[in-house]
């Protein structure tokens, strides 16, 4: 690849056809990969979109992307190369010679490959629709999940390991669902409990238990970064931050739907700006 661009580069100043072509495709196949997770019509970071041409010359919230025949003034190589503060991908910089593909394709003048309107839009995991497959037919299973599992064993020449002791499935449960070790009486009530519907009575009772959420509630706040405290002398900050994290932990116990979580921290937030906005112009103007 260091090869090609080499070659790309050595051969600048040719209106060679074929060659501008070439060096077009391969600047939209590296937006493709790099850029789209985060740039594209579902997910659209700093309001920049990246499937057109003209969606990145017009930029976003940090003004254009792309500045034609001008690639060190031109935002997008600048952060690419990780020469001021703001670098991307958040991931680590990217390898030498995609960068230098962008900074070639700059350079051209950032022109489109002809015949394609815009990049192809990677249709990101969480914004497509589940479609439900149909369960595999595997003899002596007890659950779909199950089904799926053996199958994907059969394929590559695995057997399913035995069936776990109760003991061993309850410790599993209790620290998956609660990140706490099973109660004495915990143990002695599955263990003694001798009927079918033993391991589903037990689910039921961990689901249902305040601890649960505790558990679980803890990557939601994870993501949104949440914190008791800010650090020495910031503190008062952050004095009625315990309301939020109980509310999430409430959330959860209720199971209450992650689309209603979602849409009342969006609308919490902008709220909460908005009232922000208003104490600062109230100060401003007393």
């Known amino acids: 690849m260091k090869a090609l661009v080499l070659l790309l580069l050595a051969v600048g100043g040719s209106s060679h ?3 501008s072509q070439t060096l077009a495709e391969q600047a939209q196949a590296v937006i493709e990969q790099r850029c789209l997770s985060c740039h594209s019509e579902q997910v659209a970071m700093s ?8 969606q990145i010359l017009q930029g976003g919230g940090r003004g254009p992307a792309v500045k034609p025949g001008d690639p060190a003034n031109s935002l997008l190589f600048k952060v690419l190369s990780h020469s001021e503060k703001l670098a991307m991908p958040p991931t680590g910089k990217l390898p030498f010679e995609e960068i230098e593909i962008l900074r070639a394709w700059i350079e051209k003048g950032a022109n489109w490959p002809q015949g394609k309107k815009q990049a192809a839009n990677t249709q990101w995991w969480a914004f497509s629709k589940p479609q439900r ?18 199958q994907g064993l059969k394929a590559i020449g695995l057997e399913p390991v035995a069936e776990a002791d109760k003991l061993t499935l309850l410790r599993r449960a209790c620290f998956d669902l609660h990140g706490l070790p099973p109660s ?57 931050a315990w309301r939020y994290r109980d509310y999430v932990i409430k959330s959860f ?22 009232m922000r906005r208003r104490v600062l112009e109230r100060a401003i103007t007393e």
Request: glycine share 6%; with cysteine.
């Open 17 to 19: 056809p074929v060659m």
């Open 47 to 54: 309001g920049l979109r990246m499937l057109t041409r003209e």
């Open 133 to 150: 497959p149909e369960v595999p037919q595997i003899s002596g299973v007890k659950n779909p999940v199950d089904a799926f599992v053996s």
């Open 184 to 240: 004495p009486e915990q143990s002695k009530a599955f263990l003694n409990d001798a009927t079918p519907e033993a391991w589903e009575r037990l689910i039921d009772s961990l689901l249902a238990s305040p601890r649960y959420g505790e558990k679980w509630a803890r990557h939601w706040l994870d993501l949104v970064r949440y914190g008791d405290t800010s650090g020495f002398e910031q503190d008062p900050y952050t004095l009625e």
């Open 253 to 274: 116990n209720d199971d209450k739907p992650t689309t209603v979580l979602s849409r009342s921290k969006s609308q919490a937030t902008s709220c909460g700006r908005m």
